[in-house]
């Protein structure tokens, strides 16, 4: 069965060492013809992202560019959809916790008593605001200093 090429996805943001490229992951369902049934197969590009727009974690949209620009990027990053996985629903146009929307969380919460543990998305500074401070995945990642053929993140220095 051949699979049709896509020429835009949609995948998230994981840690490259590759200059001007970003790594993404993009989830598709994959039929088994056994048991008639569909399971997440995640596939691997390297967009290429010389301004690097997108961080880890970020969920974004990619293109197929006409021609590769090496061997391993063969997509270049269009836009940043949700930043730092902050989900949004695009039909209602409310937020996402994982696969509940936050307002029916928050129902739940008051219907059950708030804890002084539970997480309060209203007060809570933006996504990314400690950047520099705790949170370092915008820098440069740890380079591996042996390659092997079977894992293209590897370096050889």
């Not at 060492?17 to 790594?23: E, F, R």
């Not at 691997?44 to 997108?54: E, Q, R, V």
């Not at 809570?124 to 390659?147: C, I, M, N, V």
Request: hydrophobic share 30%; with cysteine; glycine share 4%.
């Amino acid at each position: 069965m051949a699979v049709a090429r896509s020429s835009m996805l949609l995948g998230k943001c994981f840690p490259c060492i590759k200059k001007n490229a970003s790594k993404i992951v993009v989830k598709r369902m994959e039929l088994n013809k056994h048991l008639l049934m569909y399971f997440d197969k995640e596939e691997t590009y390297f967009a290429h992202d010389p301004n690097k727009i997108c961080k880890t974690n970020d969920i974004v949209l990619i293109e197929e560019l006409p021609q590769k620009l090496t061997k391993l990027i063969t997509h270049r990053v269009m836009e940043v959809v949700f930043p730092h996985g902050d989900v949004t629903d695009p039909i209602t146009g409310k937020k996402v916790s994982r696969t509940k929307y936050r307002d029916e969380l928050e129902e739940t919460a008051e219907l059950y008593g708030k804890t002084d543990r539970s997480y309060d998305y209203e007060s809570a500074p933006p996504r990314g605001w400690q950047e520099d401070k705790k949170d370092f995945s915008h820098l440069e990642t740890y380079t591996r200093y042996s390659a092997d053929d079977k894992n293209p993140n590897a370096v050889d220095k």
